[in-house]
């Protein structure tokens, strides 16, 4: 059975800094695309980050990049998210989600069948 734990969420000032963290079991972590999403107050879910385990590339949403950071651990089966510069409006219940083994890259949310169950992140002015 695949789970996908994430801890790490809070909050956080303007400016300041968060790492979020999802630790994955039931798959071969190496061999599936790994994303980041986050869903805004009366917002989709939307995209922040995916991770192409073939290429090992990352690709990052255009309002996060430069300030988040997509990072993996293959010995501890764990992804992180590094938010740094966070603003008002990264405010969002963030997920992590894996992939099928071996799929082609993908950051649309419907390749993602296997989610967290989400991280609350509020930052204040």
């Known amino acids: 059975q695949v789970q996908l734990a994430e801890s790490g969420g809070g909050s956080a000032q303007a400016g300041g800094s968060l790492r979020l963290s999802c630790t994955v079991s039931?798959?071969?972590?190496?061999?599936?695309?790994l994303g980041w999403f986050r869903q805004r107050p009366g917002k989709e879910r939307e995209t922040v980050a995916c991770?192409?385990?073939?290429?090992?590339?990352?690709y990052y949403e255009g309002p996060v990049k430069g300030r988040f950071i997509f990072d993996r651990d293959n010995s501890k089966n764990t992804l992180y998210l590094q938010m740094n510069s966070l603003k008002r409006e990264d405010t969002a219940m963030y997920y992590c989600?894996?992939?099928?083994?071996?799929?082609?890259?993908?950051?649309?949310?419907?390749?993602?069948?296997?989610w967290g169950q989400g991280a609350q992140v509020t930052v204040s002015s």
């Open positions: 039931g798959l071969t972590f190496s061999q599936h695309n």
């Open positions: 989600a894996a992939s099928e083994a071996r799929e082609s890259w993908s950051c649309q949310r419907s390749s993602y069948p296997y």
């Open positions: 991770f192409n385990w073939a290429a090992g590339d990352t």
